[in-house]
């Protein structure tokens, strides 16, 4: 649980949300390039993370307002119109301190989308070796 505004959050499992979730963090990260980032050779994975949550920043507020549902919402309940919401509830806090916090979270959230893809992607692959194997009758 996380507590911004005096409002409360859960992370959003992007695996568990409707398609339109994914849809959405697209159109937020595609002028960023986070889908586009690589390890750099020899490039430790906490360092490869950090410099791709550094591409989500200047759309922090956008990005969080998709990836955090208010306490009361479940991830089914996930949608276009409470993303808003949500981003303009980020966007109307103010302070260097509120900045921090988003900043500090957009890069925890950039981390959670990061292994999201990496668990969709290992079970992809899983299931096409399954499909590989023959069947016994």
Known sequence: MIVIGGRRYTI??????????VLHLRTILAPTGFDRIEPLPDEALDEFLNR??????????AFLGAMLLPE???????????????TRRL????????????????RICAARLHDARARLIEAQMRGAVQAQRPTVH
């Open 72 to 86: 009361s919402r479940s991830e089914a309940d996930w949608s276009p119109v409470l993303a808003k919401r949500t």
């Open 12 to 21: 959003a499992d992007p695996l568990r949300c409707p398609r339109a979730m």
């Open 91 to 106: 966007r109307a806090l103010d302070g260097p301190t509120a900045k921090e916090g988003i900043e500090g979270l957009a």
């Open 52 to 61: 791709k949550a550094e591409t989500v920043l200047p759309v922090a507020a």
